[in-house]
């Protein structure tokens, strides 16, 4: 087969296999959050159309974006010139190093070279993918975002499960049928925020201008949410703060960062930064300012509404699938997509001969 036309075939069979995932994902997700609701007297109708818009809308910009990201990624890896399986696990995990460790993953890439015999090369290949992309930058395991990040991680962490025992031990029987699966997605989300404060891999944490830009305005998306609640006599609704805070911080702030550096890979940081400090920021406020919200009569925190067959135990869902799930869901990769055509025009300005920043991905 001419080899244009087979590299041709290789790249939309891995574009239609990230499609199908991403899809799957999706609607497995939507289905798991509104199939409970859809025979409800009242929010049936309601949660089937959200389910089949969501999971739409939601699989066509994730599959552009990781389209995005695994093109980047193939390109810099060269995967194309690499001669066999072995060679490509180590490319693709090398794209994925820093500039201060370029030299090292370099050195893997000739050795392998040297090695032959496909489980000799397939044992080298994984051990060293597995060093390249989670071995601590100078040996040391640190926090990304330095002693404040970690520590703002973690009493997010533990405001997030106080608002959430409180909510149940305070108003044990309103909880929905969906709260044990809300509950759980929480506890997932904190696991992984935990983690990526903690003892997230270089790939994630390079950039040092990415993850304080992160942690700063998801520590400022907090405050924002309860400087909104209180800022008027007639309290608005959450979401009226959510959307264009979660914009600003998953679309504008990763297309800032990518113009300053010139690189995706430290706007990708900038959004997971963000999505873990203000997540851990957001959910307690929401939780709370819930409860206040509601025994003073003001309806449901997210847009004010009471109605017929929700309680306060309504709001945890609320929080979980809006805070966590479908804004982010919508916004990251609409970040995803932008900060990559910043990055396509910082570099067409910079030209050729001027080198990118360390962060460069």
């Not at 997700?29 to 007297?41: I, R, T, Y």
């Not at 994730?62 to 490319?91: E, K, N």
């Not at 270089?202 to 405050?223: N, Y």
């Amino acid at each position: 087969m001419n080899p244009t036309m087979a590299r041709t075939l290789r790249i939309a069979t891995e574009l239609l296999i990230i499609a199908v995932a991403v899809a799957v994902l999706v609607t497995g997700v939507m289905l798991a959050l509104e199939a409970p609701s859809f025979d409800h007297p009242y929010r049936g109708e309601n949660a089937q159309r959200n389910f089949i818009t969501g999971s739409v809308v939601l699989s066509g910009l994730g599959t552009l974006a990781a389209w995005v990201l695994w093109l980047t990624w193939r390109h810099r890896a060269a995967l194309d010139a690499q001669p066999d399986g072995p060679a490509r696990l180590l490319a693709a995990a090398v794209a994925t190093l820093p500039e201060a460790r370029l030299d090292w993953g370099a050195a893997m890439m000739a050795e392998l070279s040297s090695i032959t015999g496909s489980s000799a090369r397939w044992g080298f290949a994984t051990s060293s993918a597995r060093a390249a992309i989670f071995a601590p930058i100078g040996g040391r395991r640190r926090p990304a975002a330095g002693r404040l990040g970690g520590a703002v991680a973690v009493l997010g962490v533990i405001s997030c499960a106080a608002a959430v025992g409180y909510l149940s031990l305070a108003y044990p029987g309103t909880f929905e049928v969906r709260s044990a699966l809300f509950t759980a997605v929480l506890m997932v989300f904190l696991a992984v925020c935990l983690w990526l404060s903690l003892l997230a891999p270089p790939i994630l944490t390079s950039s040092g201008l990415a993850t304080r830009v992160g942690l700063f305005f998801g520590i400022g998306s907090g405050l924002g949410l309860l400087l909104f609640s209180h800022s008027s006599a007639v309290e608005p609704g959450a979401m009226g703060f959510i959307l264009p805070a979660q914009f600003v911080l998953f679309v504008l702030v990763p297309m800032a960062v990518a113009g300053i550096t010139g690189s995706l890979r430290a706007a990708v940081q900038a959004i997971v930064a963000g999505f873990v400090f203000s997540g851990v920021t957001m959910f307690p406020v929401y939780i709370f300012e819930s409860i206040r919200r509601y025994n003073s009569g003001g309806g449901l925190y997210l847009d004010g509404d009471a109605l017929s067959g929700t309680n306060i135990g309504t709001n945890l869902g609320d929080a979980v699938s809006w805070l966590l799930l479908v804004v982010p869901c919508l916004m990251i990769p609409l970040g995803i997509v932008s900060a990559a055509l910043v990055t396509v025009v910082v570099r067409a300005i910079r030209g050729p001969l001027v080198p990118a920043p360390p962060s460069d991905a």
